[in-house]
């Protein structure tokens, strides 16, 4: 047994030598995978110029299989895009980038955040998808005093003063550019109070973190509007049949809907809120603005209709930042951005301007933090900074509705919510 | 609950029963005949939804995914029985692993293909409307599916037990080194048997299509699904599969609508009870240790 295991240990050193004498020769030809970086010496080299500044190293920890892989994908379409047009340097810093799969895995995530840490040692590092993930690796970026972009994540409490930092608190070293779940849910609750009149709202909404707290801060959005919930329903995260909880809509009297869903979840309640004809018997949809994000529209089309949806940015947003982003991004890889793609589009702007304010040094923590808690700019979105206080961006939130334009189902912008910033606890 | 929504519930749990009954028969089937819990099922199914994707998106035509998916999977399940499993016959452990990697390539070779974006199928022209149920409307579609598991039910049933292949399967079932001794070609069976069950996973497929989203991950939530119908029906039996996914859909369906928080643990509870009181599930048969 013992010998055996010598052996075996033996031979994997042997193969690893000559792994690592292959790889170092093909690090020179080939151009890796960026997932498939394993050491520092496989990252994507940078083109020499004249008297560049040392290397700036961003990790970034994304989605690249599993359920959001389709999310990741983007983000890193839009990170990629960005350097690329930045001539792949900021603040007169070559970058690299070395980008880890976090397969929608707190686990996972915590491990590769540890990489970034002690092996890569990243400057900065952004991305993460999924709320719990933020969350596990909350503890770990604060202690290593790492500066810490998330880029999609909404989960309240990352950049909110909690009670014994459960399930997560904000950081000095964590930004946000991407949103919290109350500034997409709260206002456009009371805006519904308020501004269209609506008296009486009935929620149905995913049973997890997110879709909770989403129906929390409408229902608190709407009711200190003025308005009143009826009643309530959850469905599981990735409920396979929505017949009976569409049913069950049906067989109540409020009309209004607030929901929260996005992805597999929305395209499956979109279509059995169709199949029941909810829209013919008078039932308005209504929801979070991921419910009729491109990646459902694009798939449920007209039957999506009539859905009043809140969320900071719309592909048809009309102003030159955005008209210039889309038409960018549509050059390049002949598809339209998604609201993640500009999420992680804005945390690379966010980045650039503080890099350069403080001319590039980010040895200094204190000044780099402060540098980017003055980062001011005209986002796709309209004007984007962040809260000084919770590091979470304060903007305008939209009120969609979802229209067919000349056969095509589009978020169109019918009213807005100014100003939006969370309240941080 | 009104009567009018209970009845309108109620045809929700059996369309989902009926679903969960096209796609569990040829899990069953396989492991009736050759001991395999089949775990690339799920792959199997995802790869109907996709094909019937590409078939809507070439041709706009549902009709034609139903006639052209199931025999491409089952032909794939022709050549996979016996290149890999046949390899590894009588070790049932190593034949469950080696369908977990058949199902982990087949599932990145879809995503690679078809992209990990979610899609969706429109229901096919004619079943796209509702119809007045009680006052209320319902989806032709869902109607269609229950018809579609009804039929399909029967005509199993009389292959079963008025066919030749179906004499040769209940044969096989019972005890497959003495058919092979009174001369079949047990190999051939073996491949046809896996064959078959392929194709009803990609049957699936195709009629879960236009309901469901299509996605990477749909695999393993549908064969989780059809593994629970299967271990409360009884594996390896035809009534088996049927009398699973009765219970099942409509429990799954009302578990939603009473007990909203208990949702998704319902099935799994009622599979541990069945498992209790009947190890062997509802309509299993006692199998003797070969």
């Known amino acids: 047994m013992d010998a055996k295991n010598g052996a075996e240990r033996r031979s994997y050193r042997l193969t690893r030598r000559k792994f690592l004498a292959a790889s170092s020769a093909a690090a020179a030809i080939a151009a890796c995978g960026p997932a498939a970086t394993p050491n520092p010496s496989g990252a994507a080299t940078v083109e020499p110029t004249a008297s560049p500044g040392p290397a700036l190293k961003i990790g970034q920890l994304l989605p690249f299989t599993k359920v959001y892989a389709e999310l990741g994908n983007s983000m890193k379409r839009a990170t990629d895009l960005y350097l690329k047009q930045k001539g792949n340097k900021l603040a007169n810093r070559p970058v690299t980038v070395v980008y880890e799969d976090e397969a929608n895995d707190p686990v996972v995530g915590a491990q590769k955040t540890q990489k970034f840490i002690d092996s890569d040692r990243v400057d900065l590092m952004m991305g993460i998808v999924a709320t719990p993930i933020a969350y596990a690796v909350r503890n770990a970026i604060d202690a290593a005093k790492l500066v810490f972009i998330e880029t999609n994540a909404g989960g309240n409490a990352l950049t909110r003063t909690t009670t014994n930092c459960t399930p997560s608190c904000k950081s000095k070293y964590i930004f946000r550019s991407s949103f919290s779940s109350y500034q997409i849910s709260y206002p456009i609750g009371e805006y519904f109070a308020t501004q269209k009149g609506v008296k009486e709202v009935f929620t149905f909404v995913a049973d997890y973190g997110f879709g909770n707290e989403s129906a929390a801060d409408f229902t608190s959005g709407f009711t200190k509007g003025g308005g009143k919930i009826t009643g309530s329903l959850k469905a599981p995260l990735g409920s396979a049949d929505f017949l009976p909880y569409v049913t069950q809509l049906k067989a109540q009297n409020t009309k209004d809907i607030y929901s929260f869903f996005s992805g597999t979840d929305a395209i499956n309640y979109i279509k059995a809120w169709t199949q029941l004809g909810m829209t013919a018997a008078g039932y308005k949809m209504n929801g979070a603005g991921f419910l009729t994000e491109q990646d459902v529209l694009k798939e449920v089309k007209e039957q999506a209709n009539g859905a009043t949806t809140s969320l900071f940015w719309a592909v048809t947003l009309d102003n030159a930042e955005n008209k210039a982003f889309v038409d960018l991004y549509q050059k390049e890889y002949s598809l339209l951005p998604d609201v993640f793609a500009l999420q992680a589009w804005d945390g690379m702007q966010a980045v650039d301007l503080a890099l350069q304010a403080v001319k590039g040094d980010t040895t200094n923590k204190d000044a780099f933090i402060a540098a980017l808690e003055n980062v001011k700019f005209k986002s796709p979105r309209g004007d984007f900074e962040f809260d000084k206080e919770t590091h979470n961006p304060i903007q305008d939130m939209y009120i969609r509705e979802v229209k067919v334009q000349s056969g095509q189902a589009v978020n169109t912008i019918v009213g807005k919510v100014a100003r939006v910033t969370d309240p941080g606890k | ?290």
């Open chain 2, 1 to 290: 609950m009104t009567p009018e929504t209970a009845v309108v519930q109620a045809l929700n749990g059996i369309s989902f029963g009926a679903l969960l009954f096209i796609l569990a028969a040829g899990l069953s089937l396989i492991f009736g005949m050759m001991d395999v819990v089949n775990l690339a099922h799920g792959a199997f199914y995802m790869l109907g939804a996709y094909i019937t994707l590409t078939v809507v998106q070439r041709t706009g035509q549902f009709w034609l995914a139903l006639l052209l998916a199931p025999p491409l999977i089952g032909a794939l399940g022709l050549v996979m029985e016996p290149l890999l499993l046949r390899r590894l016959r009588g070790r049932h452990l190593d034949q469950v692993l080696l369908t977990i990697g058949v199902s982990l390539v087949i599932a990145d070779l879809v995503g690679l293909t078809w992209g990990r974006e979610i899609r969706s199928v429109p229901f096919p022209a004619g079943l796209d409307h509702a119809i007045s149920i009680l006052g209320g409307d319902y989806p032709v579609y869902r109607l269609f599916v229950i018809a579609f598991g009804v039929v399909l039910a029967v005509i199993l049933a009389i292959v079963h037990r008025r066919t030749r292949v179906g004499a040769l399967i209940r044969a096989g079932v019972q005890d497959a080194p003495m058919l092979a001794a009174l001369g079949v070609d047990i190999d051939r069976l073996f491949a046809v048997t896996f064959a078959i069950g392929a194709a009803l996973a990609g049957l699936a497929g195709v009629i879960a299509a236009p309901v469901f989203g299509i996605y990477p991950g749909m695999d393993v939530d549908y064969l989780i699904y059809s593994l629970v119908v299967v271990v409360v029906g009884g594996l390896g039996t035809l009534s088996g599969a049927v009398a699973g996914s009765a219970l099942i859909g409509p429990i799954d369906t009302f578990g939603k609508v009473l007990f909203p928080q208990f949702a998704l643990a319902l099935i799994f509870a009622v599979m541990a009870l069945v498992l209790l009181l009947r190890p062997t599930g509802l309509l299993g048969r006692i199998r003797i240790a070969r």
